[in-house]
T-cell receptor
Framework: NAGVTQTPKFQVLKTGQSMTLQCAQD?????MSWYRQDPGMGLRLIHY???????DQGEVPNGYNVSRSTTEDFPLRLLSAAPSQTSVYFC????????????FGNGTRLTVT | EDQVTQSPEALRLQEGESSSLNCSYT??????LFWYRQDPGKGPEFLFT???AGEEKEKERLKATLTKKESFLHITAPKPEDSATYLC????????????FGKGTSLLVTP
């Protein structure tokens, strides 16, 4: 049982490049989400999904795209990377319902030059 | 607008020196308040959920309390391994699954 697995752990991109951050979970959690963490700011919600085929925007969705074709995977796509997207990205899942705590992966540190 | 403010931003304690971290919040109907611990290079790790004013939860040297406006994380006789960033988050009744996080308190416990 690996929990929430994020890949890669580190990535450097040039402005304008695209990439996909991967998030996989083996806990059969319905809810999955992406947060970004920046120095001096709290974790901010980018996108989330309440189940396969269902996604919605969070607080800071611009520049990011998501899809949820399976329960296990929730990739985050950067279509054209910008320096403002330099951040640490966390995937988080929720096991049972709205009152349950989020389970976080260990993050992907992204630098856009 | 929901807001979460944590204080202090950073705290340095000697081993065994008890203290408290504060999380002040404004939310339009609280569903739950969450405390997480985050170690460098890792994702946040869940500690506690509090749902209503007056509620308290304990785990080893940590005790979390909740009022209508704030929550405290009390650390009793801390050890160096308690060094981490502690995050507070609130969930509003009308926010779905989303959590609104504070900026965190960075705690350093020295031997």
């Amino acid at each position: 049982n690996a929990g929430v697995t994020q890949t890669p752990k580190f990535q450097v991109l040039k402005t304008g490049q695209s990439m996909t951050l991967q998030c996989a979970q083996d806990m059969n959690h319905e809810y999955m989400s992406w947060y970004r963490q920046d120095p001096g700011m709290g974790l901010r919600l980018i996108h989330y999904s309440v189940g396969a085929g269902i996604t919605d925007q969070g607080e800071v969705p611009n520049g990011y795209n998501v899809s949820r074709s399976t329960t296990e995977d929730f990739p985050l796509r950067l279509l054209s990377a910008a320096p403002s997207q330099t951040s640490v990205y966390f995937c988080a899942t929720n096991p049972r319902g709205k009152n349950s705590p989020l389970h976080f992966g260990n993050g992907t540190r992204l630098t856009v030059t | 607008e929901d807001q979460v403010t944590q204080s202090p931003e950073a705290l340095r304690l000697q081993e065994g020196e008890s203290s408290s971290l504060n999380c002040s919040y404004t939310v339009s109907g609280l569903r739950g308040l969450f405390w997480y611990r985050q170690d460098p290079g890792k994702g946040p790790e869940f500690l506690f959920t509090l749902y209503s004013a007056g509620e308290e939860k304990e785990k080893e040297r940590l005790k979390a309390t909740l009022t209508k406006k704030e929550s405290f994380l009390h650390i009793t006789a801390p050890k160096p391994e308690d060094s981490a960033t502690y995050l507070c988050a609130v969930q509003a009744r009308d926010s779905g699954y989303a959590l609104n996080f504070g900026k965190g308190t960075s705690l350093l416990v020295t031997p």
